[in-house]
T-cell receptor, first 116, second 114 residues
Framework: AQSVTQPDIHITVSEGASLELRCNYS??????LFWYVQSPGQGLQLLLK??????LVQGIKGFEAEFKRSQSSFNLRKPSVHWSDAAEYFC??????????????FGKGTKLSVIP | DTGVSQDPRHKITKRGQNVTFRCDPI?????LYWYRQTLGQGPEFLTY????????KSRLLSDRFSAERPKGSFSTLEIQRTEQGDSAMYLC????????????FGPGTRLLVL
């Protein structure tokens, strides 16, 4: 069964500082990997995704993520955080079961706080 | 593209009542998913449709829950005899046949059962 671990429940960074949110996944084959962001009381917005190819993927809002197969990781980064980035971030892994159905499994999320 | 829309955005009900939520996917998206998200957790898969066919249901989807997508367009999720444990955010997502792995989410329906 596929799973996602986001080790950090809550991270606080200063505005302008760099950010890295950690994500480790478990999946038997090549995974589909995603990062979503959720503002309070809102749905999830797709930041970026990785399916294959270049292991460094660029997303919206200046975010990027790097796929490292050897570490089963897909960490999200941003060089300079803005106050508007304060939100909850979810890593997700997608995969097909033996029966051919596709499922997206989420981590528990990392809440990002930004201090001025 | 208009995004995924959900109605209502908020619902307060008393224990034992039935509630129904609606989801309108992005136009021409053939797959539609329902998730439940409780406080402090990531979304958990409930069920999904490919066109009008319901292809998979999670064990989380008890017999009090039913979902339909009658014409392969919008979908409804009904909870009968609601319990306090049903209080959660119910999220809908959709994906297109050319990129079925990427799901786009709606704003969710926040349910509070008193």
């Amino acid at each position: 069964a596929q799973s996602v671990t986001q080790p950090d429940i809550h991270i606080t960074v200063s505005e302008g500082a760099s950010l890295e949110l950690r994500c480790n996944y478990s999946y038997g084959a090549t995974p589909y990997l995603f990062w979503y962001v959720q503002s309070p009381g809102q749905g999830l917005q797709l930041l970026l995704k990785y399916f294959s190819g270049d292991t460094l993927v660029q997303g919206i809002k200046g975010f990027e993520a790097e796929f490292k197969r050897s570490q089963s990781s897909f960490n999200l980064r941003k060089p300079s955080v803005h106050w508007s980035d304060a939100a909850e971030y979810f890593c997700a892994v997608g995969g097909y079961s033996g029966a051919g159905s596709y499922q997206l499994t989420f981590g528990k999320g990392t809440k990002l706080s930004v201090i001025p | 593209d208009t995004g995924v829309s959900q109605d209502p955005r908020h619902k307060i009900t008393k224990r034992g009542q039935n509630v129904t939520f609606r989801c309108d996917p992005i136009s021409e998206h053939n797959r539609l998913y329902w998730y439940r998200q409780t406080l402090g957790q990531g979304p958990e898969f409930l069920t999904y449709f490919q066109n009008e066919a319901q292809l998979e249901k999670s064990r989380l989807l008890s017999d009090r829950f039913s979902a339909e997508r009658p014409k392969g367009s919008f979908s409804t999720l009904e909870i009968q005899r609601t319990e306090q444990g049903d209080s959660a955010m119910y999220l809908c997502a959709s994906s297109h046949r050319t990129d079925e792995e990427t799901q786009y989410f709606g704003p969710g329906t926040r349910l509070l059962v008193l």
